[in-house]
């Protein structure tokens, strides 16, 4: 049977409109991402929605696209209300606001606990368009800054609900819920569909139509994984690579599990995964870090004898099995001897500096270098030999 082949949409396709069109364009947004296509031709429908997606998947853009369309209809201040879990993911939502919304002269607030509170009134006296906030602050601001009320309020965004729905939130939800009309739209957004997220989507949506952008434990379709048997006794020291990473320069992230979750880094290619993690879902976490938002990314993975078993159930929980890594044997131990010299060179090289330096009391390594390599073209050193 011919295999069915996924339809690429475009924003237009969605019915987005011109002004936005060229947003997404300057974003290199080229096109909709899985959650997008989804959930875009419902908002602008009108309709509720409760979509179960992650940090990654595009979800910003799925509920702040139709929002900002829905603005250019009918601009007034105070037309939406963001409320996320934390002050980064909010200043993060907020900046995508600005960014698809600065061709149409979008005005954001960001809420949050830790930042002067008169410096947000003052943005607030600004009369914004989209108000981005923790809960705790935004009730604080509703309670005590005098002009600002939520009573016009067109749309509400619950995001990442499975978090907002801790013991210190929730009484501050219930309090935002009642100062805010019951005349609205209202997007839930959530990585996982706890009782207390059903509860509050009964509490606040109505006939929502649901949207999924991938099941809690896969993996995207654009991401390439692979994997490749290594000995344990060949695999070397691990490189915290994330800073220069994060300055590029180098350009392949070697990750450790600290690297594993929520880093939200566009332009990362590869991950190569050096040990195999206990826990499969780590594995996911950690693949997640490439092939972001319909991008195209490789995962490699480098298993030795004693992590099989952890690699089968990785296999079993993502539900495919991994076609091996096409190396040359042969070329690869070639490497592996220049490298081992390389190392012992480099080890050479710095015990004759340290005992030169002492002797000197100079610290000038690269002549160091240089006097050594000399010596192994031809001149010979009678402190190297000893
Ligand atoms: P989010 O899941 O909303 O946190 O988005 C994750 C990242 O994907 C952000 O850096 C967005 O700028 C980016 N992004 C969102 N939609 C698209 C798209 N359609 N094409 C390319 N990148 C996107």
């Not at 509703?142 to 309020?153: A, E, P, Q």
């Not at 952008?213 to 993996?219: E, P």
Request: positive net charge.
């Amino acid at each position: 049977m011919a295999e069915e082949k996924e339809e690429v949409k475009t924003f237009k396709e969605l019915g987005i409109c011109e002004q936005l069109l060229e947003a997404c364009e300057t974003l290199g947004w080229k096109n909709p991402t899985k959650i997008q296509v989804e959930a875009i031709p419902h908002a602008l429908e009108g309709k509720d929605m409760i979509g179960l997606a992650q940090t990654g998947s595009g979800k910003t853009g799925a509920f702040a696209l139709p929002i900002l369309q829905a603005l250019l209809d009918s601009p007034q201040a105070f037309f939406t209300c963001v409320l996320s879990p934390t002050r980064e993911l909010a200043i993060q939502i907020a900046e995508q606001f600005e960014a698809l919304g600065c061709g149409i002269g979008v005005r954001c607030a960001v809420l949050v606990g830790g930042v002067d509170m008169v410096q947000q009134a003052i943005a607030l006296a600004k009369r914004p368009h989209i108000v981005v906030g923790t809960p705790g602050r935004l009730l604080d601001h509703l309670s005590n800054t005098k002009g600002f009320s939520l009573r016009m309020l067109k749309y509400l965004v619950l995001d990442e609900a499975d978090r907002l729905l801790n013991e210190d939130f929730e009484k501050s939800i219930d309090e935002i819920l009642n100062a805010i009309p019951r005349e609205r739209r209202t997007y839930l957004f959530s990585a996982t569909m706890t009782k207390k997220v059903k509860k509050l989507q009964r509490a606040c949506l109505r006939n929502p139509v649901k949207i999924e952008a991938a099941s809690k434990y896969s993996t995207v379709d654009t991401l390439k994984q692979q994997y490749r048997f290594v000995p344990a006794k060949y695999k070397s020291k691990r490189l915290g690579a994330l800073n220069k990473f994060k300055a590029r320069e180098c350009n392949i992230l070697i990750c450790t599990d600290v690297a594993s979750r929520g880093l939200d880094i566009p332009a990362v290619d590869m991950v190569i995964n050096y040990d195999i993690p206990s826990s499969s879902k780590d594995y996911i976490h950690r693949v997640g870090r490439t092939a972001r938002a319909g991008r195209s990314g490789v995962a490699i993975s480098l298993v030795n004898q004693y992590e099989l078993e952890w690699y089968i159930q990785i296999e079993k929980l993502i539900g495919k099995k991994l076609p091996e890594f096409p190396a040359q044997e042969e070329e690869v131990l070639l490497l592996l001897e220049r490298v081992t010299e390389a190392k012992r060179i480099s080890q050479m090289v710095s015990l004759c500096g340290s005992k030169r330096r002492r002797k000197a009391g100079g610290d000038d390594g690269e002549e160091e270098i240089e006097r050594y390599l000399g010596n192994k073209n031809g001149k010979k050193s009678k402190k190297l030999k000893r």
